[in-house]
Nanobody, 123 residues
Framework: VQLQASGGGLVQAGGSLRLSCVAP????????MAWYRQTPGKQRELVAAITSEGVPNYKDSVKGRFTISRDNAKNTAYLQMNSLKPEDTAVYYC??????????????????WGQGTQVTVSS
């Protein structure tokens, strides 16, 4: 299974970016989707996740700034990131999985990942 992530880039603090993750049509609607991020020397951490029914879950530090969504017609998950801060700088990865994905803090057991996309927020 391949996930195609895109949308990273360089933005100033306070700016916005939207990440996209396209999954195979045949499995997308039945699975949860999530976004993780990782910085050098640190574990990958859950940023936001959404169940197959569209119920979101967020890391506390991004609540009110990031919004995860999914479009089953386009088999795509999105992460809208507003009011970006320098500490949001990381490589962001999308993931696909079962219901437990939405609470998997470090992505343990997740077998389906997209390629990373770099998000850099300058101060």
């Amino acid at each position: 299974v391949q996930l195609q992530a895109s949308g990273g880039g360089l933005v100033q603090a306070g700016g916005s970016l939207r990440l996209s993750c396209v999954a195979p049509e045949r499995i997308f609607s039945a699975h949860a989707m999530a976004w993780y991020r990782q910085t050098p020397g640190k574990q990958r951490e859950l940023v936001a996740a959404i169940t197959s029914e569209g119920v979101p879950n967020y890391k506390d530090s991004v609540k009110g700034r990031f919004t995860i969504s999914r479009d089953n017609a386009k088999n795509t998950a999105y992460l809208q990131m507003n009011s970006l801060k320098p500490e949001d700088t990381a490589v962001y990865y999308c993931a696909l999985g079962g219901p437990g994905l939405v609470y998997s803090i470090h992505g343990t057991g997740v077998g389906t990942w997209g390629q990373g996309t770099q998000v850099t927020v300058s101060s």
